[in-house]
C-alpha cells in the first residue's frame, strides 16, 4: 500500500515539476528577450529546482481560480448512480455533488489499479500547462504591441504566439478529458464494487 501511495505522490510531484519546468524556461527565454535574464538565473541546481516547483505551484494556485468545473449537472444515468450512492454511504441529504466527493475519496482507496490518482495528476499536469501556455500567449501578445507601437516586427513572437496559443487550447481540451475521465472512473469503481458484494 506504501508503494502505491508513493507512486501517487510521485505523480502529483511529477505534475508540480513539469508545469515549473515549462514556466520557468519561458520566463528565462522572456528575461533574456528583454536582457535581464540575469535576474533569475542561477546555476545551482537545488535553487532552480526550488524555483521550478515554486513556479508549479503557483501556475496550480492560478488554475485554480479560472478552473471551475461543474460538479452539478449529471446526466440521468450518473444521477441514478448518484442516489446509489448516497444510499449506499447513507447521505440522502447530502447533494449530488456532495456525494460524488465522497464517493471519489472512498474510489480512491478501492481503485486497484490507480486510474483515478493517475487521472487527477494528469488533469493537474495539464491544466497547469494550459495557464503557463495562456500566460506565454498573453507576453508575447504584449510584445507584438510593444513592437506595433515602435514599427517595428518580429516573426519569432507572432510564431511564439500562435504557438503558444494552439498549445494552450489543447492542453485545455486535455485537461477537461482527464477531468471526465476521473468522474466515469469513480462511478465504475462504485458499480463494480457494488455488483461484487
Sequence with gaps: MNEFLNKISLYDQLGYIAVGGLGYGLLLYDLNYINISHIIYA?????????VYFIGHTAQAIANQFFKENKTEY??????ILLS??????????????????????????DKTGHISIFNANYGLYRGWT?????QSLVFSLLLVLEAIHCLFNV????????????????????????????????????????IQ
Design 131 to 135: 495557464i503557463v501556455l495562456f500566460i
Design 156 to 195: 519569432e513572437n507572432l510564431i511564439g504566439l500562435l504557438v503558444c496559443s494552439i498549445l494552450s487550447i489543447l492542453t485545455f481540451k486535455r485537461s477537461k478529458r482527464f477531468y471526465k475521465y476521473i468522474g466515469e472512473k469513480v462511478f465504475q469503481t462504485f458499480i463494480i464494487y457494488k455488483n
Design 43 to 51: 546555476s545551482n541546481s537545488f535553487i532552480i529546482a526550488i524555483v
Design 75 to 80: 446526466s440521468e444515468n450518473k444521477k441514478k
Design 85 to 110: 450512492i448516497k444510499s449506499h454511504f447513507q447521505i440522502p441529504e447530502f447533494s449530488d455533488g456532495e456525494a460524488f466527493g465522497v464517493c471519489y475519496l472512498w474510489a480512491i482507496g478501492n
